[in-house]
């Protein structure tokens, strides 16, 4: 992955959504990571990530709340390091091989998210996304879209992750 241009306005996930889903802007195929959690498959835009890691040292901090399983020094740079599975209210599963920290660019903010796999990229035509029917809504992931595999691929809302 490559890092992000400076000059490139990044949108957050629910913000395009709303924009795509309302105006029919013909470039509305943008390109996806998608990566699993608990089962689930979620996807963010390739415009917020930085890189994929494996393998890394997490060092803990203290009081934070659980999701944040702490810190990485990645080439000099302190990265907080959440892990979904805990920050979706699910429970930790030890990391195995297939465990990756996903390294996004939210605002002025990097953050290292912790996954159980990273899938693919994918372009995804965000035209055609739903929003997430009310009781199985969450606050991390509004709305989803079907890929040609017959998987439904959740969009991840990036900002939400690092509020309180």
Do not use: W
Not at 19 to 30: L, R
Not at 129 to 141: D, G, H, I
Not at 143 to 156: A, E, I, N, R, T
Request: proline share 5%; glycine share 6%; aromatic share 6%.
């Amino acid at each position: 992955m490559s890092n992000v241009n400076e000059e490139t306005e990044v949108l957050e996930v629910s913000d395009a959504m709303d924009e795509f889903g309302s105006s029919g802007i013909q470039d509305s195929v943008k390109g996806f990571l998608t990566f699993v959690s608990d089962g689930l498959t979620y996807a963010v835009p390739t415009e917020q990530v930085i890189e994929i890691i494996t393998n890394h040292s997490i060092r803990p901090l203290p009081l934070v709340p659980d999701y944040v399983r702490g810190i990485i020094n990645l080439r000099g740079q302190i990265i907080p390091i959440i892990d979904i599975r805990l920050r979706l209210g699910k429970p930790f599963l030890e990391y195995s091989t297939t465990t990756c920290i996903i390294i996004l660019d939210i605002g002025s903010d990097r953050i290292g998210i912790c996954v159980d796999s990273v899938s693919q990229v994918l372009s995804i035509d965000t035209s055609n996304a739903s929003p997430v029917p009310l009781e199985n809504r969450q606050k991390f992931a509004n709305y989803m879209v079907s890929v040609d595999d017959g998987k439904v691929v959740l969009f991840m809302d990036c900002a939400a992750l690092i509020e309180p």
